[in-house]
């Protein structure tokens, strides 16, 4: 089993940064896909980002592209989200989620393992 911690979400004004962190537990991550997903309020939850269990391949939803990046430190079993040029539209809680198979798939059904999720709030 892996249990995934969020952190690092908060209340930004627009064009800000933030960088969420995912710490795994449980088990080892260095093997996991890793992926971001978000919901906000009345909103399907939906793919933010994804890592391959190496780091080396990742994706992103067009809405991020260019203002996010995921990465990920095998060693300390944490993934993160660096997060620029923030907007109202960001706003949602932020979930983390663990993919056994390691690839970087956009599909949650895809995801073995989540997280709780951090709230992001962007004021504008």
């Known amino acids: 089993q892996v249990q995934l911690v969020e952190s690092g979400g908060g209340l930004v004004q627009a064009g800000g940064s933030l960088r969420l962190s995912c710490a795994a537990s449980?088990?080892?991550?260095?093997?996991?896909?890793m992926g971001w997903f978000r919901q906000a309020p009345r909103k399907e939850r939906e793919f933010v980002a994804a890592?391959?269990?190496?780091?080396?391949?990742?994706s992103y939803a067009d809405s991020v592209k260019g203002r996010f990046t995921i990465s990920r430190d095998n060693t300390k079993n944490t993934v993160y989200l660096q997060m620029n040029s923030l907007k109202p539209e960001d706003t949602a809680v932020y979930y983390c989620?663990?993919?056994?198979?390691?690839?970087?798939?956009?599909?949650?059904?895809?995801?073995?393992?989540w997280g709780q999720g951090t709230q992001v709030t962007v004021s504008s």
């Open positions: 890592i391959n269990w190496s780091g080396d391949i990742t």
């Open positions: 989620a663990a993919d056994r198979s390691g690839g970087r798939t956009s599909r949650a059904r895809d995801y073995d393992y």
């Open positions: 449980g088990r080892s991550i260095s093997i996991h896909g």
